[in-house]
């Protein structure tokens, strides 16, 4: 009788080519899981997780886990305990030949608003922007919302204002109301 994939005869307990202590669980580690209880103890062994077995061996592709730091999602992968929503809103649209949704799945962002983020940055890719000037102050502002800005009574050069820490922005807009008006004239929310 054969064993299943994977499989090793001739060896005690049931030896698999395969080690029970990895990061990233696979369809292999399942198959090995669901066959045989030792290598299935040793995979709860190296896991915070219990849950995350059970998932794995029902053949889930989620569990619930500890809250995500970024997001405060609970809902965790079985493949990597990766965040499920943030890898969700990783993955990217995939239109088939006609231009249309290829595969259904959830997504942060409609298929218009990732058309929409593409066509900024190839606007801003070829040179598309206009200028703001307050004062001392000027600035380029560009289609993805970036807003470069120039002060040389102060020596500031910013390429992306947004890179800029929040507090030290806060500072800047109390001492230079010229910054805060180039902020609002650029669309960005100051109020």
């Known amino acids: 009788m054969a064993g299943p994939t994977g499989y090793k005869k001739g060896l005690q307990g049931g030896a698999w080519h395969l080690s029970p202590f990895a990061k990233k669980l696979t369809r292999r580690h399942r198959d090995a899981a669901r066959a045989d209880t030792v290598f299935e103890q040793a ?50 649209i995939v239109l088939d030949y006609r231009n249309r949704l290829a595969k259904g799945w959830l997504s942060v962002r409609s298929r218009d608003g990732h058309a929409a983020i593409l066509d900024a940055k190839r606007r801003e890719t070829a040179g598309e922007s206009y200028c703001i000037d307050a004062g001392d102050w000027s600035a380029q502002v560009y289609p993805t919302g970036r807003l470069a800005v120039h002060c040389p009574r102060l020596h500031i050069e910013t390429p992306d204002l947004r890179t800029v820490p ?26």
């Open 43 to 92: 995979l709860r062994a190296q896991t915070h997780y219990p849950q995350r077995i059970d998932a794995l061996i029902a053949g889930g592709t989620y569990f619930i886990g500890k809250p995500c730091e970024r997001c405060s999602s609970v809902k965790r992968r079985v493949f990597d305990c990766g965040c499920w929503s943030c890898k969700q809103a990783m993955r990217p």
């Open 166 to 191: 929040k507090a030290r922005l806060f500072e800047l807009g109390m001492a230079n109301p010229e910054l805060v008006e180039i902020m609002r004239r650029a669309g960005w929310s100051v109020d």
